[in-house]
């Protein structure tokens, strides 16, 4: 079986499930070539495990201070060359396309008749699972974006409907020290972090994001270049994350046990279906702005208890190799089975 596997590049949460896909790929010998869209080529970082992979500009977001510019955003694909990267994609040889949202993979393996599966979280919002926001532009872009023949979603909790666990490869957690904090808030300014963290001078925050602020640091905010080792190690060993309502940031730290405090990106339909299914189960504060009040709050909070979830990835590139893709009932039966969900979770259906 030779595998052409499609990654929406905009965002870390992809990469981060395609390298645990990787892994299982490799362990069982399956040979795979990776292509990655919507980021500018020099702007990837530790992409070893993907070998000679391939990059094309496909479709992306354009972001200003936390918020989605729709008219940015759409001027920006409108004048990318994704029809001719579709066009020109020859997926000859290729046995099947898997895809994590990724526009030029899905469309040109639609357009030429091989087989694909989606492998992403955005794939469960097919679903009625928690959501906000929503509207028709909103299910179009779910819909066409990225279209496959079999749609594998992943999410926190099934929500009764045959839904995949979260890929999920963390370091082992370091402990819980409450007084450090990760912060990863990439789609806000370097400078409003700097100063809503300012005030709270009896916590360390370590900061991972792409721009350094102008305005000289406290001493208890540790600033740092996105780095993937060094983030897993401060995950690891920190508190509470504060972030984006990103999937994958979520899922690391419920499966850590790390409190959890969240800022949406405004404008973005699947970091607003994150919120509503994180407040649905209780698992996380929210904050619509870079609020103190919020953040003074949620610093006492308690940790949570961690969720052990499975390893996806092997048991889902087993899956594969049978064949039977048309049927992910018992996969997904089969994974949630070795999941202890908190107690509170089970009236969440």
Known sequence: ??????????????????????????????????????????????????????????????????????????????????FSEIKHLDLTGYDLVLNDFEPVSAWAAKQQHVPSIAISHQAALQYPVPKQGNNWFNEFLLNHFAPVDIALGCHWHHFGFPILPPFVEVSPNGGDHSHQILVYLPFEDADRIAAFLAPFDQYHFFVYHSMQPLQELAEHIHWHGFDREGFKQHMAQCGGVIGNAGFELASEAMTLGKKLLVKPLLGQFEQSANLAALQLLAVAESMQTLDPTVLKRWLKNPSPKPIAYPQVGDALVAWLKMGDWHQPQDLCQHLWSQVELPENWHKRQ
């Open 1 to 82: 079986m030779k595998i052409l596997y499609g990654v929406q590049g905009t965002g870390n949460g992809h990469i981060s499930r395609a390298r645990v896909m990787s892994k299982a790929l490799k362990q069982h010998n399956i040979d795979v070539d990776f292509l990655f869209s919507g980021r500018t080529p020099q702007y990837y970082f530790d992409m070893q495990c993907f070998g000679d992979y391939q990059t094309r500009n496909g479709m992306t977001f354009v972001t200003e201070n936390g918020r989605v510019n729709t008219m940015k955003t759409a001027r920006c694909n409108l004048t990318t060359a994704i």
